[in-house]
């Protein structure tokens, strides 16, 4: 049995070291960490999987009915069956997306503290529990102030097009280059909040200040872990989409559009193995910048290096006398 060594968290290191640390992480965890995921944030996965491959089911459903129905498939879609069920949809996606994030920056904040993987899922969730609300409190600031941005840059685009058309195009692209600096210059944020316990907008200025200087490493770690954690969980959903395809031309072929309920089941089947796998994978880009942080505040603020300085030369007290036990 191979002897369990902690992790240091607390270390500078290139971007190979960062990648590399981020799969031995999960690969020490895997067990307590995806059982925690699928225990805590697995009931709302699964019911915001459930919603999505219903959502697909009848999209699907309605394209093959156009072939032959155009007017119903339009009337399908301005119906408010359709508005519920997107709501929903993005109603549980969200929040298995929030509870997720949760447990994930839960967890890591469990093997911090205690220097060990063998971690109950009780411990994540008493971290997970109060992360929860104030992730989705900051998810929901993120939202409306995006909105209020984008608000702002339309206004604003409209008054420079009076100007010169040049000028509103300057202005879009540069408002987009801004919107993007500032999405990845928050990427920290959520595990600031796990770790310094700070709120939204201390948190948002802490993540902005660390990246300040480093954002294209801070870009890559959460791009690259990101596009194989996605690449891994399409492996869950392409033969579905590929099986599909043949089954709606072989359908409009035969003049039988509607899929059938064995085709609903395998939709169901499938978007909840696949919609599974990626919250799963998003343990990669969170671990990766969760090491980000630490190297970021190593090379600015040395807080391991002066921890060790602190502790040099500390003993444990010692006694002349001796001691019967």
Do not use: C
């Amino acid at each position: 049995m191979e002897e369990f060594k902690t992790i240091e968290f607390h270390q500078t290191r290139d971007f190979g070291k960062k990648v590399n640390i981020t799969f031995e992480f999960v690969k020490q965890n895997f067990k307590p960490l995806a059982k925690s995921i699928l225990l805590i944030a697995g009931p709302a996965v699964l019911i915001g999987s459930i919603f999505l491959a219903s959502f697909f089911s009848d999209l699907f459903s309605s394209v093959t009915r156009s072939q032959t129905n155009p007017q119903e498939s339009l009337k399908y879609f301005s119906s408010l069956t359709f508005g519920v069920q997107m709501m929903l949809m993005y109603l549980f996606l969200i929040l298995s997306y929030v509870i997720t994030l949760a447990t994930i920056n839960g967890y890591i904040e469990t093997y911090y503290q205690k220097k060990t993987n063998q971690i109950r899922v009780a411990d994540v969730w008493e971290a997970a529990r109060p992360l929860i609300w104030r992730f989705a409190g900051s998810l929901l600031l993120i939202l409306i102030l995006a909105v209020v941005l984008i608000v702002a840059i339309a206004l604003l685009a409209g008054l420079f097009k009076m100007a010169s058309t040049a000028l509103m195009v300057l202005w879009i692209i540069a408002a987009i280059v801004g919107f993007i600096y500032l999405m990845i210059g928050m990427a920290l944020l959520f595990f600031i909040q796990a770790h310094e316990g700070l709120g939204f907008f201390e948190a948002a200025g802490r993540s902005l200040q660390l990246i300040k200087g480093k954002w294209w490493s801070t870009f890559g770690i959460a791009f690259v872990l990101s596009l194989i954690g996605s690449t891994i969980s399409y492996i869950f959903i392409i033969p579905y989409y590929a099986f599909m395809f043949i089954t709606m031309i072989h359908g409009a072929s035969d003049g039988t559009p509607e899929i059938s309920d064995s085709m609903k089941t395998i939709t169901y089947i499938f978007f909840t193995l696949y919609y599974m796998a990626q919250m799963l994978l998003q343990t990669l880009p969170q671990v990766g910048l969760v090491f980000q942080y630490f190297n970021l505040v190593e090379q600015k603020e040395a807080k391991g290096l002066m921890g060790d300085i602190e502790s040099f030369g500390k003993q444990a007290p010692t006694t002349d006398r001796n001691e019967t036990f």
